[in-house]
């Protein structure tokens, strides 16, 4: 095991090589044709990316769909602030999907749209950029993945810290050994929110397409309750915390430690803090092992937001001969004394909490994807490899649900032995609604 002073020598050499030698992502060259852009889902996250995308190099929004028609205003507004320029808007996404001069999309509607919505684009010849996570549920990953395959188009998962400059380059190094085998990292995500109520049933607001936006969905009563932003912490809609947010911080540990499926999955958690309509949980612990004595760990906190390591969110990777903290800000080093060896802090990034996100790494990001689509650049999270961090979030809300101890097939990622398990591998769909592939 090395000492203290080649710890710090190896550090030092590792990270000048790689200052080096990684190229600048503004630098890529690619063709210059103009990518028409469509983007769905506008009233919050989607509002912010079609004003990043609308800023982006070679891109052009044209067309901003949403259920709710006061979105589709925002949306629109949004894109005539960077360009002067009123894009379409419509309430049917699928109208966008029929126009021939609209090369991709971009997805940021509640998570049971997400790989439905993406297949749909594909199916019209439409490349796709779609928020975390890929999918609602796991068979939906399979499905979205198979569709890619078959038509060959562009599909980005928006992680955005897969762009980050900082964090591919002390990824490169700690597969390089720079703090020895890396065998275990911890994800958390630590928020301070209150209480949601309970249900409000009542009549469709006259702004609202209630029967397109559950799309996929089995049909129920208008619930005031659910639009726009508690859909999150509902199995019909969403996907819990985990899914909401750990995708991003999780994904950095599964990246760190150069691993897929895990062999054995536990969670322990519940809605402690507030007695409402709130279904998932507000507070989660879960495991997951690997092959090779491996392990990543999960803690998320929605109402308590107190800090790890001085970070509301991020990961820490622990190795035999150091460890390292990172977040959307950039990194940390460490010796096994824990006393910090070098840092490096990503320009332009942010760790907010806020729902929309923002930040440099979103500009990274989308600039890939439009690189990707105009000269074949790689893309930073393709689907083929964003798909297992989102699978390793269902698996472990899975054995939360379940309360069960989960053991993974090691080829198809699935729970063996479980009919409790695999009975939430697929969600059940309004009539004519599934995905086809």
């Known amino acids: 095991m090395s000492n203290r002073r080649s710890f710090i020598k190896k550090t030092a050499l590792a990270g000048a090589g790689l200052t080096m030698g990684m190229p600048a992502f503004g630098n890529v060259l690619g063709a210059n044709d103009q990518v028409n852009v469509a983007v769905f889902g506008t ?27 006061r979105a589709i205003e925002k949306g629109q507004k949004s894109v005539m602030d960077v360009t002067g320029e009123k894009p379409t808007g419509g309430q049917d996404f699928r109208r966008f999907l029929d126009d021939p001069d609209i ?31 890929c999918s609602q549920n796991p068979a939906e990953g399979e499905m979205l993945l198979a569709k890619q395959a078959k038509t060959g188009l562009k599909v980005q998962m928006g992680n955005q810290t897969r762009s980050s400059v900082s964090l591919n380059r002390i990824m490169k190094e700690i597969h390089d050994g720079l703090i020895g085998k890396a065998y275990a990292a911890k994800a958390w995500y630590a928020n301070n929110r209150g209480p949601i109520g309970e249900h409000e049933f009542g009549p469709v607001p006259e702004w609202l397409d209630w029967d397109l936006w559950q799309g996929p969905a089995p049909r129920q009563e208008f619930d005031n309750l659910l639009v726009h932003y508690n859909w999150h912490w509902f199995w019909k809609y969403g996907t819990g915390e985990l899914l909401n947010n750990g995708t991003h911080e999780v994904d950095m ?15 322990s958690g519940g809605r402690y803090h507030f007695d409402d309509a709130w279904e998932a949980y507000d507070t989660q612990l879960a495991s997951f ?71 440099n790494l979103d500009e990274m990001h989308i600039a890939n994807f439009i690189r990707g689509v105009n000269s074949g650049e790689e893309l930073n999270s393709d689907i083929n490899s964003a798909r297992p961090s989102v699978l ?42 599934r995905p086809q592939v």
């Open 43 to 69: 009233n919050s996250r989607g509002n912010y990316l079609a004003h990043t995308f609308a800023g982006a190099k070679n891109c052009k929004v044209v067309g901003i769909g949403d259920t709710d028609t």
């Open 103 to 133: 090369q991709a999309v971009v997805i940021a509607t509640p998570d049971h749209w997400h790989a439905p919505m993406a297949i749909m684009a594909l199916d019209a010849g439409k490349h796709v950029y779609v928020e975390k996570p």
């Open 253 to 267: 540990c599964r990246w760190a430690l150069q691993v897929d499926y895990p062999s054995q999955v536990t969670s």
């Open 289 to 359: 092992e690997f092959a090779d004595n491996k392990q990543i760990h999960w803690d998320g906190r929605s109402c308590n937001g107190m800090p790890l390591y001085d970070r509301g969110r991020g990961a820490i990777v622990y190795g035999t001969e150091g460890s390292v903290i990172m977040d959307r800000s950039g990194y940390v080093v460490y010796d096994l004394r824990g006393n910090e060896i070098r840092h490096e802090q990503e320009t332009g990034a942010t760790i907010s909490m806020d729902t929309r996100g923002g930040g």
């Open 392 to 433: 390793m979030c269902h698996l472990g809300n899975m054995a939360q649900r379940t309360g069960e101890i989960l053991h993974i097939d090691q080829e198809t990622g699935k729970p063996q032995d479980s009919e409790a398990a695999m009975a939430l591998w697929e969600r059940e769909y309004a009539d004519g609604w």
